[in-house]
């Protein structure tokens, strides 16, 4: 079982970022998935999650109407789109795939925000 998540950076306040996070070694379309995020201290916070088939999304508040999760299951695949962005997202971002009693994690990526 493999996640590996990519599309971590350095951007401006206010600019854009799309991370993805390729799935192997498990049946990914019967996973949820979420994204995470955590800072130097302070523990995970769910960011978004997604539901297998992709037809239930939530978000947290601090996130709602700028970041945007959506899978391909034919490319074992779940993105988070993410616009707007403050320096406060800064952050090391997981993926994680849940079912059940189940779960698998990335190694994550880093979002910095920065001028």
């Known amino acids: 079982v493999q996640l590996v998540e990519s599309g971590g950076g350095l951007v401006q306040p206010g600019g854009s970022l799309k991370l993805s996070c390729a799935a192997s070694?498990?049946?990914?379309?019967?996973?949820?998935m979420r994204w995470y995020r955590q800072v130097p201290g302070k523990g995970r916070e769910l960011v978004a999650h997604?539901?297998?088939?992709?037809?239930?999304?939530n978000y947290a508040d601090s996130v709602k109407g700028r970041f945007t999760i959506y899978r391909d299951n034919d490319k074992n695949t779940v993105y988070l789109e993410m616009i707007n962005l403050k320096p406060e997202d800064t952050a090391v971002y997981y993926c994680e795939a849940v079912r059940g009693l189940f779960d698998y994690w990335g190694q994550g990526t880093q979002v910095t925000v920065s001028s």
């Open positions: 070694g498990f049946t990914f379309s019967s996973y949820a």
């Open positions: 997604i539901s297998g088939a992709g037809g239930s999304r």
